[in-house]
């Protein structure tokens, strides 16, 4: 699958992250995407100046082999850090979180796009009991749902939105920043 299938708004969904977070062009610094698929976000961070690199079960160019739970870095290592329909696919999202804001630096800025079975309140409570300052919640599920309905319109079902159909899951965009120690 392509990087636009693999997550809804595909390339364009990202750039409008990056331009929630007030991310501009040129960039400095080094950028890591959690569950980075073929490195499509990762070859965009790269053209936003950023050293950038992935992170997903399956390496490709720019993009190695690992597990978002244990990443193999030190902590404080990235000034951002970016995850696209991913963290829930884990099964342990709030996990990925921490594992997450573990590598971002003290003022670096984590962006996610993903679903998380909870309304918007308990999502706010949890992030911010994560230690980091949100910078954004926005509630996109109406275009998640279209995004699912092209999906199986196309024929590309995807098995996961079976399990989900019976939960309260919502698709939200969410900025953080680490808090200065």
Wanted: glycine share 10%.
């Amino acid at each position: 699958m392509s990087g636009a299938i693999r997550h809804p708004g595909g390339i364009e969904m990202t750039e409008y992250l990056l331009d929630l977070a007030g991310i501009r062009k040129p960039c400095q610094g080094r950028a890591a995407d959690l569950g980075a698929g073929d490195g499509c976000t990762v070859r965009l961070l790269c053209g936003y100046g950023f050293d950038a690199e992935g992170i997903d079960l399956k390496p490709a160019e720019n993009v190695r082999a690992g597990d978002m739970l244990k990443l193999p870095y030190d902590d404080g290592s990235f000034d951002l850090v970016i995850s696209e329909c991913a963290m829930f696919q884990t099964g342990h999202q709030a996990e990925a979180v921490r594992e997450a804001l573990r590598i971002l630096k003290k003022d670096g800025i984590l962006l996610i796009a993903d679903l998380f079975p909870c309304r918007r309140e308990e999502l706010r409570a949890q992030l911010e009991e994560y230690g980091a300052d949100l910078l954004f919640l926005k509630d996109h599920t109406s275009f998640w749902k279209n995004y699912i309905i092209e999906r199986l319109w196309n024929d590309e079902y995807i098995s996961e939105v079976c399990r989900l159909a019976d939960q309260n899951c919502r698709y939200y965009l969410a900025g953080m920043k680490g808090k200065a120690s």
